[in-house]
């Protein structure tokens, strides 16, 4: 299992950033997919989820509105929209999946948000 992710990188508040996860390895389309963020002395804490088919989305409250998850199952690749974004919103951004019971982590993608 690989996860790959991209599209990080450096915004003004109130930019977009669309952040992408490459997966390889196993069944893309029978997972559900989902993203977390760690802040710089912060805990790792959950973003986005979606399910497997894509037809079932999770936010945390904290981006509710602002961010958006989808996927591509023919490009095995799940994506994060983010809109509106604020210095808050600066961390390292992690692609996660559980395969086969066994959690999968990418190694991640650095946003900061800052003028």
């Known amino acids: 299992v690989q996860l790959v992710e991209s599209g990080g990188g450096l915004v003004q508040p109130g930019g977009s950033l669309r952040l992408s996860c490459a997966a390889s390895g196993f069944t893309f389309s029978s997972y559900g997919m989902n993203w977390y963020r760690q802040a710089p002395g912060k805990v790792r804490e959950f973003v986005a989820s979606i399910s497997s088919a894509g037809g079932s989305t999770k936010y945390a409250d904290s981006v509710k509105g602002r961010f958006t998850i989808s996927r591509d199952n023919a490009k095995n690749t799940v994506y994060l929209q983010m809109n509106s974004l604020k210095p808050d919103d600066t961390a390292v951004y992690f692609c996660?999946?559980?395969?086969?019971?066994?959690?999968?982590w990418g190694q991640g993608t650095q946003v900061t948000v800052s003028s």
């Open positions: 996660n999946a559980w395969i086969h019971w066994t959690e999968f």
